[in-house]
């Protein structure tokens, strides 16, 4: 972070914003194969969100989300200044973004669905069909210029 003339604190008290990379939420499995898959749980447990909570009230926080898989994150969206979705880009590409130097671009590949009752609901056989998703597939942004967002 030296280089970027960033200072860590100990406490989201001590800071300006927070920077928070967050994998998508899973239940981490047993077996050979299954280890090496997300599966389970779109959400995150209760811990882990009280967790998250107590910085989003502490500071403006920027989230950056490996979306590995669709998540049901509605408390992440409502309680963070930003979020971004991203799908394996390094934690200087994420700086890069934050701070202006480069700008971001992308769609997402799925719903986001709001809960998990929306995700029962939905055909397996039909792709975004998911009731009332945080995101819809397709949702994004680019920036044309400099910093300006403009929403898609």
Known sequence: MDRRHL??????????YALLRLGAP???????VERNFHAGSLTYPPSEQERQAAIYRSVPTIVDMLLDRPA??????????????????????FLDIVFGIAAPEGKLPFDLPRSMEAVRASMEDVPFDTRDP??????GLSYSTGCSPKPT
Request: proline share 9%.
């Open 7 to 16: 200072t860590v604190v100990e406490t989201p008290e001590e800071a300006d």
């Open 26 to 32: 899973y239940e981490p499995r047993n077996g050979t």
């Open 72 to 93: 049901i994150i509605p408390e992440v969206v409502e309680g963070t200044s930003a979020l971004l979705g991203s799908y394996g880009s390094s934690p200087d590409a």
């Open 134 to 139: 945080v995101f819809k597939f397709g949702h």
